[in-house]
């Protein structure tokens, strides 16, 4: 009953390095999503993917890329990481709109 | 584009009583489905509950209740004999038509807070 498995789930970075949050389902879902939730605050779609090999930007996507090469995996790159970047995000996955997202437990990432 | 108002960014509520949580959205679709969802401190997402836009009826899911007004796009969380593991945050989420690939956009959030 694993659904959706964030790695890690918490990290520190420096400013300027760069990192990969994991993101893995094992629904068979072909759409999934990267949202960040800053504090007290909703959350925000970073980017999603309808299938493997298609992704799309969401509503901030700047400073971060995704690549989606089987149904099963969607990893989050940081590159050049800032200050800016210091949130939660959280990872999902859906089959249906009818029956909303599977979320991931969370990954807590500081930028210092 | 749409978005979604949650107007009380904190409620409190006396442990087994009743507290209603507001949402309002904006959408030029007819086509849609709103979720409540509920973050504890642990900040997994768990979905609450789930209203069909084409569907009259108030979804309910035991304690939990909506009523949903669509006319005047307004989508209310009610939970009744409140808990002490009721304490969250909740987010009132929206999302159109029925391909997957559409995105959930989600309320700013409401902190529940249940006073023993």
């Known amino acids: 009953n694993a659904g959706v498995t964030q790695t890690p789930k918490f990290r520190i970075l420096k400013i300027g390095q760069s990192m990969t949050l994991q993101c893995a389902q094992d629904m068979n879902h072909n759409y999934m999503y990267w949202y960040r939730q800053d504090p007290g605050m909703g959350l925000k779609l970073i980017y999603y993917s309808v299938g493997a090999g298609i992704t799309d930007k969401g509503e901030v996507p700047n400073g971060y890329n995704v690549s989606r090469s089987t149904t099963e995996d969607f990893p989050l790159r940081l590159e050049l990481a800032a200050p800016s970047q210091t949130s939660v995000y959280f990872c999902a996955s859906s089959y249906s709109s009818r029956f909303g997202y599977t979320f991931g437990s969370g990954t807590r990432l500081t930028v210092v | 584009a749409q978005t979604v108002t949650q107007s009380q960014p904190e409620m409190s509520v006396q442990e087994a009583e009743t507290v209603t949580l507001s949402c309002t959205y904006d959408?030029?679709?007819?086509?849609?489905?709103l979720f409540w969802y509920k973050q504890p401190p642990s900040r997994q997402m768990i979905l609450v509950i789930r209203?069909?836009?084409?569907?009259?009826q108030n979804a309910t899911e035991n304690r939990f209740s909506v009523n949903f007004q669509k006319a005047a796009k307004s989508f209310s969380l009610k939970i009744s004999d409140s808990q002490l593991g009721d304490a969250a945050m909740y987010f009132c989420?929206?999302?159109?038509?029925?391909?997957?690939?559409?995105?959930?956009?989600f309320g700013g959030g409401t902190r529940l807070m249940v006073k023993p």
């Open positions: 989420a929206y999302r159109y038509g029925d391909n997957a690939g559409n995105m959930l956009t």
């Open positions: 209203q069909e836009a084409y569907k009259q």
């Open positions: 959408t030029s679709e007819s086509d849609y489905y």
